[in-house]
């Protein structure tokens, strides 16, 4: 969606889906939250039609998170619920900060996302595009899917997150494990089943390499099969993302017959109907 669209076309688009659950204002930089850094985004959000927006800046850039400037935000923009969130991976090198960051604001956060983006090197997230593609080469494809889910599993059970990112991230660069994909992430989803936790349904899949939703439609039956619930999300690193391909998204839920998403506040999930 381009910026020019007007506000009135993208809340028609949108009317359907609500809700962004995974933003990233700072990018990949430390950017210290401002009023001038976060307003464009809900200005975004409005013009889209969402009225319900987490920033989920990854966990290594916490030092610029500002909980009195998301406050002071919500005071200017009482029609959208903004909460307060972070992204937490599994980075070799800042990761163990980022828990304990998590940890100690817990009460101050509405919402975790928990995510995989390292494999077995510790110097390259495996999902940069193009690079990150070298460590796929040559290897045994369903090899890196169970070693990949195993880790997904390991952030499920650190107990500090309420909803998986990317679920399927791992097929980022095309790469499709010979084993169907239900036997390799069932018993990922009955984990997280299990400690009543949310996978998010992703458009950034569509506009990566594999160009495909994340998660899979396989993996979304399988999921749903399970009982466990859906945030919607962009994974936006720049504010005329938030929303991106929600009306194909809003397809895709319509075929699948998805009728609920979760929202969250204070970690509390809320199932709300999607028109």
Known sequence: ???????????????????????HPQGHRVRPYSQELLQPWV????KSGLTDIAFTDHDRYHEGVDFGEIDRLRERNPDVKIRAGIELDNDPETSAAGRKWVEKNRDRLDFVLGSVHYLERDDQMFDSVPTGAEQFAGRDIDKIYADYFRR??????????????????VKIHGHRPKEKIEALVEETLDFIAERG????LSTAGWRKPVNE???????????????IGFTTASDAHSAVQLGENYERLAEKMAEMGIKQICV??????????VQ
Do not use: V, W
């Open 213 to 227: 939703l994340y998660p899979s439609d396989e993996i979304i039956r399988l999921a749903m099969t399970k009982g």
């Open 43 to 46: 200005d975004h959000a409005r």
């Open 152 to 169: 997904i599993r390991e952030m499920a059970g650190t107990g500090l997150i309420d909803c998986l990112s990317h679920l399927d991230l």
């Open 264 to 273: 969250f506040e204070k970690h509390k999930m809320q199932p709300r109907m």
């Open 197 to 200: 936790l949310c996978i998010e």
């Open 1 to 23: 969606m381009r910026e020019t669209d007007s506000g009135s076309q993208l809340s028609t688009i949108n009317s359907q889906l609500f809700s962004d659950y995974h933003s």
